[in-house]
């Protein structure tokens, strides 16, 4: 059972208080250093040349012209880099029998996605970089290519013809031979004689990370270390793989992420910008930079989502869920990435969600196309989990008639039923679905909010309000190492933290995890200075340079807090008890009557104490400190997480839809999350803030749209439609909190919780306001036209097909441009 | 997203900016606001080999009255151009679609005449000047020339400019006291309307005595719906006597299909965003 409790807050704990991040000043004065405002002395720059062409080979690659352009040093294709490009590896093969092309950075025979590099240009400076690459003359043989992805499924065309097959991986799970539940297709067959079946399919639309700052990458080979310093996620990853496939020791690598802004997932990657960029300053012993554009950051960093969601619910008539089939097809673009098809895994354990389902099988089947390669993109598999469960618990109620969060209450896991053994075999620690859910209702004016509705629906009034309801929960805190060890994941998920003593009673912390915006060094500070009782000022957080922080994990999967944060508290009570013998030392008393409070060691009842950056400074000079004790407090910690944690939420959403042009409008959103013990809540809310509004762009702005050529055709922020400020309202945000019993801090992660929730809140909203018509679907994003084509047809809108908008003429006076030679 | 290399030169007067242009003929560009120029360039969609900079004109930037117009400079911002007195008090229906242009930043670098000589029918200025029936100057080195709204838009991104003249102001016969009202459809704030209405209308007590409606996006140019502007005269500002005309706003039109919509989507808003345009220029959007 899971008390709910607002966490204690005294008035000199840091560990709750709104503090303003650390970061910011420097952030958003931008007195910081991006990676591509590295400058080294006689640094080169590149420029990347890519295929036009969704799938062709490579018939000749004529550099000459190129070569000859002014200031130009080398212009260097696959062939000539060959094996020192090394490679781009897939760290989780999620069958035995994946099947996985080889992935080489710059190929020299053939092309699979329009954008794959194949040549780069080095010269003394960007622009001339820029120019001479639009003079390497590639003849391409054009090959037919795999667009689709149930076309694809199918093997009609091949995205890689040596592998005979689009299809890389089928992955399964099924609770009767788990032994975690029932057989599903029983279930199913027995409400469809006496009880009521919901089949739906469902697209998750391709989308792209469209980080703020564009991938960027300096490499500086000179001396005994490579320096690498790049604008991503995972310098440790990075380096782990940049060592396995050149044949560079690990230990002569540096990699160092500066200020990094935004990833999103979307720089949790090794990408060929990198490997070509490290062979090249490799091969001229020069420093090189690369930075990439918007429009090659839309078309070649990796994408996300692409899914078809087959789904089958099966319930009694009183409304029970009986059981929940999934088959999806996932698209891993032209090839496998890091985690690629474990992407859709990760949501594998996620489609039951809060709910009791009985029985449960998931069917996964990826599959290579031809397009932009897709990886993690935030909240990575559970998003996509949370929308078909949300959207098929919705259209139940519906069915049945029943109210959507009354259904839910019927069918989830009780406050009381806490620690829970779900039907996908995950333990939940705590949660209390009861708690959020009656919060958020006070909070969004439910009751009245429906009754306008009914208001609306009665006048017929053009504009119909509708109100979407997700009651979701998320795993969180990648990961436990030995879970994914049984999952062939290629790595582990523990993370690390050292703690730094200094003489003048300042603290230096060092973490594995990698902020790119998420505010590490605030929240980590405010935990030291609560456990270790130094100010919070006196704190310094260190990430994201692998000769400082030298093992780590890095940052995704909402684990920095949970799991590094855990490493840290360790590593601080390693610090404490190293203290404890040389302040018992210090203090002429024993160990066992010290007693450690607000920094300080004191002998119990006598006013005898020294404070910890006292012992600090103590052990610096070393004077005086006992035998056989080491003269350091300096600890460090590695943790591999015992379980997952399980943030949740209920989300309630109301749309206005306007019947005569389809368009919608949010009215108001209010969301009660559940994220366990808050350190900050003002970071707290940004994340739920910014995770609110990426889901929300999915559920109606965002989406890859390609032609029939395999040319990415929302390849600009013209065609790319995201939100800004003025698109968005502002949230009602509020919290309960169940501590995690599975960490010390009482802590659960927040990084995607409020877009793993809003999007089915949203088209939940939409459709329930044009159930009475008909309605029962609008495929996303919910476009006007989509939602107007679904009031006049009642169907959910097809594929966005069309042209870009023509907004930039290129047919007026001047040269033309080298066609696919990049921007 | 660097341009390829060119000249630049930044003439002080329209005389040297036209002599300019004669002398680099079509292997030149003229950038105003660059805030379509700039964009392309950057993408390499474009590559002149000279740049002519009108940006040190002082002559071309202001509003000023002459007489039964106003007269707005080619190089005066959207920023200034919305919140220009005159512009409000003689032409309400360019101060309001002025105001949801782009972005603020946008609106600050962007000029009057640099987008509507850009041409393009997304643009929110065409239809306004199609609407109040607005003339154009245009300097070349024959001298200055005068051209009407009608004759201005040739097709997606075509004007009557020629290649060696240089637009340089925009005359407004004033609509004072009229009713205006600019009803854009988009799906985020910055974008390009997907289909906008621009409407004016002056008043005899609750009827429309007569109307002035231009179409933004709705075919190659912006377009004038003098069909509804006929069929409003006499009407009551009631949804149902506007309604009729509004039915007439698609007609003749071709418009485009792109991923915010296909054609037929395009004409059905027309219809209805024509309606509630007249409707709140004619102040009853509330009736």
Known sequence: ?823 | MIPAAFDYVAPTSVEDAVAALAQHGDEAKIIAGGQSLLPVLRMRLNAPEMVIDLGRIDTLRGVRDDGDAIVIGAMTPHSVVGSDPLVAQHAGLVAAAVEHLADAQVRHRGTFGGALAHADPAGDLGAPARALGAEFAIAGSGGTRTVSADDFFVDLFETAIGEDEILTEVRIPKHTGWGSHYEKFVRVAHQWPIVAVAASVRMEGGTIAEARVGLTNMGSTPLRARQVEDALAGQPATPDGVRAAAELAADGTEPPSDLNGDAGYRRHLARVLTRRAVLAAAGADGA
């Not at chain 1, 739906?200 to 490499?219: D, G, K």
């Not at chain 1, 989830?412 to 209390?432: C, M, Q, R, S």
């Open chain 1, 1 to 823: 059972m899971t008390a709910v409790q607002e966490p204690a807050v005294g008035a000199d704990r840091e560990i709750g208080r709104e503090r303003r991040r650390k970061e910011d000043a420097r952030l958003i004065t931008g007195r910081t250093r991006w990676t591509d405002n590295i400058v080294l002395p006689g640094m080169l720059h590149l420029a990347m040349v890519r295929s036009p062409f969704a799938h062709a080979s490579i018939v000749s690659i004529d550099t000459s012209e190129a070569e000859e352009a002014p200031n130009v040093v080398a212009v260097l294709t696959g062939a000539d880099l060959g094996e020192a490009q090394g490679a781009c590896i897939n760290a989780w093969a999620i069958t035995e029998d994946q099947v996985t092309p080889p992935h080489l950075p710059m190929p020299s025979d053939r092309v699979a996605f329009a954008g794959e590099i194949v040549a780069v240009v080095v010269a003394r400076s960007a622009a001339e970089a820029r120019d001479a690459a639009e003079l390497v003359d590639v003849e391409y043989d054009e090959l037919p290519a795999a667009l689709d992805l149930k076309e694809a499924a199918a093997d009609t065309v091949l995205a890689h013809p040596d592998l005979g097959t689009n299809k890389s991986a089928f992955w399964k799970f099924d609770s009767a031979e788990a032994g975690t539940g029932g057989d599903v297709d029983e279930a199913i067959a027995a409400a469809r004689t006496d009880g009521v079946v919901i089949e739906r399919e469902y697209r998750q639309q391709r989308l792209i990370p469209a980080f703020m700052e564009p991938r960027s990458v300096v490499v500086d080979p000179t001396g005994e270390q490579h320096t690498i310093w790049s604008a991503t996620q995972v310098p440790h990853i990075l380096r782990f793989a940049i060592a396995a496939t050149t044949g560079v020791p690990e230990s002569k690598i540096r990699v160092i992420a500066p200020d990094v802004g935004g990833g999103f997932g979307g720089k949790l990657q090794q990408t060929p910008e990198e490997m070509i960029a490290f062979a090249v300053g490799r091969r001229l012993g020069k420093p090189v930079k690369y930075t990439e554009t918007r429009s090659e950051s839309l078309l070649a960093a990796h994408h996300g989502r692409d899914q078809w969601q087959k789904l089958t619910l099966s319930a009694e008539k009183d409304g029970t869920v009986t059981g929940f089939k999934v088959e999806l097809l996932a698209d891993l673009g032209a090839y496998v990435a890091i985690v690629g098809g474990g992407v859709p895994v990760l949501g594998a354990f996620m489609f039951n969600a809060i709910y009791k389902f009985p029985a449960y099988q998931f069917n996964c089947q990826t599959v290579l196309t031809n397009k932009t390669w897709t990886d993690a993109y935030r909240g990575a598999g559970r998003p996509e989990a949370t929308y078909a469960v949300e959207r098929m618990m919705s259209e139940l109620a519906a069915e049945l008639g029943m109210d959507p969060l009354e259904l839910r209450e019927k069918n989830w896991i009780k406050h009381e039923e806490f620690p829970f053994t779900t039907v996908a075999g995950l333990e939940y620690d705590t949660g209390n679905y009861e708690a959020a859910t009656a919060k958020a209702k006070e909070l969004f004016g439910y009751d009245e909010l429906r009754a306008e509705q009914a208001r609306r629906r009665e006048s017929g009034d053009p504009v119909q309000l509708g109100i979407g309801v997700s009651t979701f929960t998320e795993m969180c805190g990648l990961a436990p190492s030995r879970v994914l060890g049984q999952l062939n994941y290629g790595a582990g998920g523990w993370e690390h933290a050292s703690v730094r003593m200094l003489a003048t009673g300042k603290v230096e912390v060092v973490t594995g995890a990698s902020a790119h915006g998420q505010g590490h060094e605030t929240a980590f500070s405010q935990i030291v200075a609560d456990r270790l009782g130094v100010p919070f000022d006196d704190v310094e957080g260190l990430h994201g340079d692998t000769q400082i922080a030298h093992k780590g994990l890095d940052t995704y999967g909402s684990r920095s807090l949970v799991v590094g944060g855990e490493a840290l508290v360790k590593a601080v009570d390693k610090v404490i008890e190293k203290a404890r013998p040389i302040a018992a030392h210090l203090l002429e008393a024993s160990v066992d009557d010290l007693e450690f409070a607000d920094g300080r060691f004191s002998v119990r009842g006598t006013d005898s104490g020294v404070a910890i950056t006292e012992i600090a400074t103590a052990v610096f000079a070393a004077h005086d400190y006992p035998e056989g004790v080491e003269p350091s407090l300096d600890s460090e910690a590695t943790y591999d997480p015992v379980n997952f944690n399980y943030p949740h939420g209920t989300h309630l959403c109301a749309m206005e839809v306007d019947t005569e042009t389809g368009a919608v409008r949010m009215r108001k959103y209010a969301c009660v999350d559940d994220i366990g013990t808050i350190i900050n809540p003002l970071i707290v809310s940004g994340q739920v803030h910014g995770g609110l509004v990426q889901g929300i762009a999915q559920a109606l702005w965002e989406e890859a749209v390609y032609d029939d050529a395999g040319t990415l055709v929302s390849g600009s922020f013209v065609d790319y439609l995201l939100p800004t400020a003025a698109d968005t309202i502002s949230f009602d945000v509020d919290h309960t909190s169940s501590p995690s019993i599975t960490n010390t801090l009482g802590t659960k992660g927040v990084g995607e919780a409020g877009t793993i929730a809003s999007t089915p809140a949203v088209i939940n909203a939409v459709v329930d306001a044009l159930r009475h018509l008909g309605v029962d679907d609008v495929r996303m994003p919910a476009t006007p036209s989509r939602v107007y084509a679904a009031i006049q047809g009642a169907s959910a809108g097809g594929a966005t097909d069309g042209a870009a908008m023509p907004h930039f003429d290129p047919a007026e006076p001047g040269r033309s441009s080298t066609e696919g030679a990049g921007a």
